[in-house]
């Protein structure tokens, strides 16, 4: 005999929708990806039949886990955990829906934030449209460092001198400025000798930089291709411009850049694929030794790169050696844990480095 319904009042419902002015053309799907989903932030979590913690479970999710979500209700309250919230889910186990309620404390509510990442783009490809665009040119500060911002390495704004240029609040070095960073897409307004005057997408004002830090090379002539990785929500949404339409043509989780020591978070903003490796190597955080690699790197930010997992080297039989690509990562797409980079599923990489074409492709980072 089933057990008799629980009353509950729906709070709220979860159908995020991509906006009817994108065409959806899946080019990349092995995953299946919930445009609204619990990410578990607990141990683990049951799935209830009904928002009440006495009722039968009916299902559990492991950590890390992302469950399709539906609505948030008010159920029966759980006092260990001082809430009557829970999350209305389904979950795909084999061929499977199993349909159920979890505590609202055991998860993180995340969503595909289209409408943000499609007002992004639309920002991007009006300043493309009307500018001649360029990009912040200056990896591993190849071009030259940039001055120290009142005698130190970090500005008002807690961007770094590191493989950033300096932009200039008038025509003049004297004058007060800002910093960069490298990749930073910027649309060149006008030019003097030694500066170009450009406008930043994701800042107010115009600003003035020395011409040896802005690549015009490789200009977006035209937006066509963009990647937009939301650093809130841990996820990416990839679009391409087809016939006069914005289509998604992939969707999926990803990590962030992290704010610890030895790390950092990966840059907002407006940034340019500057460059594609088929691996780069990392170091250790302690040694500086390489310790390892990432598969299909697109670097739009400095040392930052779009790329599959990364795998550790090996020692066997005293030789370091690089173990064969990982393709998938349990951490993907729940908290920011990279040192600056985006990871990616490796497969979902691969996809990115073959369809990206320098000089044609943005990255947005939003939040």
């Avoid at 399709?68 to 209305?88: I, P």
């Avoid at 016939?243 to 790390?263: N, P």
């Amino acid at each position: 005999e089933p057990a008799p319904a629980i009353p509950y009042q729906v709070k709220r419902q979860f159908d995020t929708k991509i906006p009817h002015a994108v065409g959806h053309n899946l080019l990349y799907d092995a995953y299946v990806v919930y445009h609204d989903y619990l990410l578990i932030t607990s141990g683990g979590a049951n799935i209830r039949e009904w928002p009440d913690a006495s009722s039968a479970k009916v299902g559990r999710a492991g950590y890390f886990d992302k469950v399709r979500l539906l609505a948030e209700v008010e159920g029966v309250l759980v006092e260990s955990y001082g809430t009557n919230l829970w999350y209305e889910v389904e979950q795909k186990v084999g061929d499977q829906i199993i349909h159920g309620f979890i505590l609202s404390a055991l998860g993180e509510v995340r969503t595909f934030q289209f409408d943000k990442m499609i007002e992004s783009i639309t920002t991007l490809q009006a300043e493309v449209d009307a500018n001649v665009t360029g990009y912040i040119s200056n990896y591993k500060n190849w071009t030259g460092p940039a001055p120290l911002y009142q005698g130190g390495t970090v500005d008002a704004y807690g961007t770094k001198r590191y493989q950033s240029a300096p932009a200039y609040a008038e025509a003049s070095t004297q004058s007060d400025f800002r910093y960069l960073t490298d990749g930073t897409l910027v649309s060149i307004i006008a030019e003097t000798d030694t500066f170009f005057k450009v406008h930043v997408p994701f800042y107010d004002g115009t600003y003035y930089v020395p011409k040896k830090y802005v690549s015009p090379e490789t200009s977006l002539e035209q937006l066509k291709q963009v990647i937009v990785v939301d650093r809130y929500n841990q996820n990416e949404g990839v679009f391409e411009w087809v016939d006069g339409t914005w289509q998604l043509v992939s969707y999926i989780y990803a990590t962030t850049g992290e704010q610890a020591r030895h790390k950092e978070p990966t840059d907002l903003g407006y940034f340019m694929a500057i460059q594609k490796v088929d691996q780069f190597l990392y170091l250790d955080d302690i040694t500086r030794q390489i310790a390892g690699y990432a598969p299909y790197g697109i670097r739009f930010n400095g040392g930052a790169y779009i790329h599959g997992v990364p795998v550790d080297l090996k020692i066997v039989n005293g030789s370091r050696v690089f173990p064969p690509h990982q393709e998938y990562l349990h951490t993907i797409g729940s908290f920011p844990r990279s040192h600056k980079c985006v990871r990616n599923y490796t497969s979902h990489a691969k996809f990115l480095h073959e369809w990206t074409q320098i000089g044609q492709t943005a990255i947005i980072v939003i939040e």
